[in-house]
């Protein structure tokens, strides 16, 4: 409708990062600089009709509303504009260059970009997805604006990514991580903005995904969330990442040079063995990963004049994924490593609920009673911790604050891109319920 206002071809050429519509005007040969108001926004058309021209949305609505919306059309011709010249924007990558690139036919990248209509052979599908990634191809997503009539209305994306990196099917099944997603969706909403994607690390692999998602004019910002150390694949791709948007939040992690926000793992050890310690237990055996928890409970032992036993500490390795051991199955694992040794511990420290909650399930099978025989505190206060039987004693990991947080920081680096990046640890706290209980032997 605003090619007809203007008397030129319906033939839409491109749109450029300055919201820029290119376009020819019927009548060629002579300047032109037109105006029109279409739908209460004023539009003005500038340069030679000879040429590939442009029109620009100028931001002040038009005053009369109704009687210009009416009339749609007003013109004004100026005839002293010969000189003018008008800058052209910026190549943009096409299928075409795609294809050139690829040495295919263009309906094949059209047929790998789309997913079909028609079949591709994998050697076909990989030289375009190879082209793809060396000439940075995307969707032009102002031209997708555009049809949906709201480009142009944002000066900045009032959304952001969610990336699982580092065992991230774990992140998406485990209450835990999952917790913490819904939590980034809850601030989201509060905050008017919106989760766009949430992409696991295998996924963003492929070139296309990765150019059509990972790009400042689609997201304000990503929040990284991962559960396991990542391989140099992946941190190059976290890298690509980082380049590309800047603007990156660790949830629950952390990576060099990144802001960061998550909960006191140390304290956390230390509050869960200083629990049982204080019930009078002194063989107490560990559960889950070797990282700040741990080191909480070995600083815990040390402090109260212990010697660590390496035999009740279960094995990272109780299987060769590391994040089995932080779960139901590597609870259940590791309390039955335990509770075979021939002097059995008299409490366990669970790195997780769900760990806890597969040693719940072991000590059964081996006819102890929890907490009569053994006592058994984790980490997190899951929602799931407050109905096992019995109910779990765990140290409370504020969840939603950590979200509210998260997104909370993203929305402030949009505005300050150079502040400084900060690490936030959170306190914790000891939720004390059913599953601990005095040592037996004392």
Not at 83 to 94: E, F, L, M, R
Not at 266 to 276: S, V
Not at 413 to 418: G, L
Request: glycine fraction near 8%; charged fraction near 25%; hydrophobic fraction near 35%.
């Amino acid at each position: 409708e605003i090619c007809k206002a203007f008397r030129i071809k319906m033939i839409l050429v491109r749109i450029d990062d300055s919201m820029i519509i290119l376009a020819r005007q019927r009548n060629t040969g002579e300047n032109a600089h037109s105006k029109a108001c279409f739908r209460g926004f004023h539009y003005t058309f500038r340069g030679r009709c000879d040429n590939i021209s442009r029109i620009t949305l100028d931001t002040a609505p038009c005053v009369d509303y109704n009687r210009s919306y009416s009339n749609r059309v007003f013109r004004e011709r100026v005839t002293s504009m010969a000189s003018t010249k008008v800058s052209q924007p910026s190549a943009q990558v096409t299928q075409k260059d795609v294809a050139r690139r690829a040495g295919v036919a263009l309906s094949s990248v059209s047929y790998v970009i789309n997913n079909g209509p028609r079949p591709v052979s994998e050697e076909t599908r990989a030289r375009v997805l190879k082209a793809i990634d060396e000439l940075g191809y995307r969707p032009n997503e102002h031209a997708r604006r555009l049809i949906q009539r709201n480009w142009g209305t944002e000066p900045s994306p009032r959304q952001f990514g969610i990336l699982l990196f580092g065992g991230p099917r774990v992140l998406i099944a485990r209450p835990y991580y999952s917790t913490l997603i819904v939590g980034l969706y809850d601030e989201a909403v509060r905050q008017n903005y919106a989760v766009r994607f949430v992409h696991l690390s295998e996924e963003i692999r492929n070139p296309l995904l990765f150019n059509e998602t990972i790009h400042r004019e689609s997201i304000a910002g990503v929040v990284l969330l991962q559960v396991a150390p990542l391989d140099r694949t992946y941190r190059d791709l976290l890298e690509r990442v980082i380049e590309r948007i800047g603007n990156v939040i660790c949830l629950d992690t952390f990576f060099p040079n990144l802001p960061s926000i998550t909960f006191d793992h140390l304290g956390a050890g230390r509050l869960a063995t200083d629990h049982l310690l204080g019930l009078g237990h002194q063989r107490i055996g560990y559960i889950g990963n070797r990282d700040g928890r741990f080191d909480g409970y070995l600083q815990s032992l040390r402090l109260h004049g212990l010697t660590f036993e390496p035999g009740l500490a279960t094995s990272e390795k109780i299987t060769d994924q590391d994040e089995v051991t932080n779960s139901l199955e590597g609870g259940w694992l590791g309390a039955n490593q335990l509770l075979s040794l021939p002097e059995l511990p008299t409490a366990i420290f669970c790195a997780s609920d769900e760990v806890a909650i597969g040693a719940l399930r072991a000590a059964r099978e081996h006819g102890l009673r929890v907490p009569d025989d053994l006592s058994i505190v984790s980490v997190d206060d899951i929602e799931l911790a407050r109905y096992t039987s019995p109910p779990l004693t765990t140290v409370r990991v504020p969840q939603a604050d950590m979200a509210g947080l998260t997104v909370r920081t993203l929305i402030e680096r949009v505005s300050s891109p150079n502040a400084m990046p900060v690490n936030m640890v959170l306190p914790v706290t000891l939720q004390q319920r059913g599953s601990t209980g005095p040592n037996p032997q004392r």
